[in-house]
């Protein structure tokens, strides 16, 4: 069940993409509470599907699926004229900084490296 958007906030289409399940039930159930309306993928080719379908004002992407890198999911998801204003924040624990650009070149609004916080999730959604 998800609750209602707080009074004056935004109530946002968040697509979560991570391979750990653990991290994908508590960002789901973070953005549930806050209100938002939130899907799931837990690996590259169904989160290029289910941004396609789902259209999400925001993405968190894990970089480093099993099945491909976070930077080519996003650079799919850019490609869909519908998708291109959503916002997309690739989250990490490595600290590689050749994923972090290849993020960012491949149109990643953001690199935050893990663990991230649950103040700073909800910075991130609330934005504009």
Sequence with gaps: MQAA???????RRVL???DNIDNVRSLTLLFGVLGHHVDYAI???VAVDMATRF?????ILDLLLPDGHGAQVCRQIRLN???RRARIYAITGSKNAVDRQR??????DQVLQKPISPDTFEQLIASE
């Excluded at 259209?55 to 993405?59: E, F, G, M, T, W």
């Excluded at 993020?103 to 990643?108: I, N, T």
């Design 16 to 18: 979560v993409v991570d």
């Design 103 to 108: 993020a960012l070149e491949a149109g990643c």
């Design 81 to 83: 004229p519908e998708l």
């Design 43 to 45: 690996n590259a080719i």
């Design 55 to 59: 259209k999400p004002d925001v993405v």
């Design 5 to 11: 958007a707080p009074k004056g906030r935004i109530r």
